[in-house]
């Protein structure tokens, strides 16, 4: 458990999930028992959230609460992943909602 605790951190940190994000996430998993498999393949999932612009303080509220609810291993992967997937999407409708037409780009009209 304790070298899968350290690649799960290491292999995180590395894909640009803050440290104190991966340590903790690690951290909560083995106080709520979770086998080191299964915490490696959550934070394989926080790390898909890197290239993604991820709030890692909005994802370690919503781990907290999906483990205080008894999820772990691939249920609890698969919220992270959907969790990620989702505020993703909800960001780039934002920028295309923000976005000018090109036409009132190019002509500076309404």
């Known amino acids: ?26 951290e909560k998993g083995i106080d709520k028992g979770m ?17 993604k612009d991820t709030d890692y303080d909005e994802l370690g509220k919503f781990m907290d609460r999906k483990m205080d609810e008894g999820e772990r291993g691939d249920e609890l992967t698969m919220s992270v992943y959907k969790e990620i997937d989702d505020r993703h ?17 190019w002509f500076k009209r309404d």
């Open 1 to 26: 458990l304790e070298q899968s605790a350290e690649r799960a951190i290491e292999g995180a940190a590395r894909s640009g999930v803050p440290v104190e994000h991966a340590e903790r996430a690690v």
């Open 35 to 51: 086998k080191g498999e299964e915490i490696e393949k959550v934070t394989r999932a926080m790390a898909y959230g890197a290239d």
């Open 89 to 105: 999407a909800e960001k780039q409708l934002e920028k295309k909602e923000e976005k000018l037409p090109w036409y009132k780009r």
